[in-house]
């Protein structure tokens, strides 16, 4: 949020626990929405490590990967996600506010509908999560 972003944070770590990349919100300056913490970590993953560490990877986000999201990480071969908030309570959190649209569709049934099985755990720790967005919705 130090830098005008939405409170949305991802990191990917090899299967020995060493941070790999770590990636913030990036819709500003430019007013990207695509560009989510994960999905920009799932695009740096691709140009950067290859296949079999992204195979053997865990990227652990604040909250639920979005539909788009989980399709970068799903098409990046990244083999775990584990998350905090869960898109449904970011959804009641957010309402409808136009930076922020929620989707209300599990990572899990995104992953689901591939060929390749990529594993979720969360919601985790989702009050503390969910304690991020206070107030930051309601401007």
Same mark, same amino acid.
């Given at each position: 949020?130090?830098? +005008?972003?939405? =409170? &949305?944070?991802?990191?990917?770590? #090899?299967?020995?626990?060493?941070? $790999? %990349?770590?990636?913030?919100? +990036?819709?500003?300056?430019?007013?990207?929405?695509?560009?989510? !913490?994960?999905?920009? $970590? !799932?695009?740096?993953?691709?140009?950067?490590? *290859?296949?079999? /560490?992204?195979?053997?990877?865990? *990227?652990?986000? @604040?909250?639920?990967?979005? !539909?788009?999201?989980?399709?970068? %990480?799903?098409?990046?071969? %990244?083999?775990?996600?584990?998350?905090? *908030?869960?898109?449904?309570?970011?959804?009641? %959190?957010?309402?409808?506010? =136009?930076?922020?649209?929620?989707? #209300?569709?599990?990572?899990?049934?995104? &992953?689901? @509908? +591939?060929?390749?099985?990529?594993?979720? /755990? +969360?919601?985790?720790?989702? #009050?503390?999560?969910? !304690? *991020?967005?206070?107030? /930051?919705? #309601?401007?």
């Amino acid at each position: 949020m130090a830098h +005008g972003n939405h =409170p &949305f944070a991802a990191v990917l770590v #090899d299967a020995g626990g060493h941070v $790999l %990349i770590e990636a913030e919100n +990036g819709y500003m300056p430019a007013r990207d929405a695509t560009a989510h !913490a994960e999905r920009v $970590l !799932a695009t740096q993953a691709c140009t950067s490590l *290859l296949p079999e /560490v992204r195979t053997t990877a865990t *990227l652990y986000s @604040s909250a639920e990967p979005c !539909a788009m999201c989980a399709g970068a %990480i799903y098409w990046a071969g %990244i083999g775990r996600v584990v998350y905090g *908030l869960s898109e449904r309570r970011l959804r009641d %959190i957010t309402g409808n506010h =136009p930076e922020n649209p929620t989707l #209300d569709l599990p990572c899990r049934e995104v &992953f689901a @509908s +591939g060929q390749r099985a990529t594993e979720v /755990v +969360g919601p985790l720790l989702e #009050d503390e999560a969910a !304690a *991020l967005h206070a107030g /930051v919705w #309601d401007k």
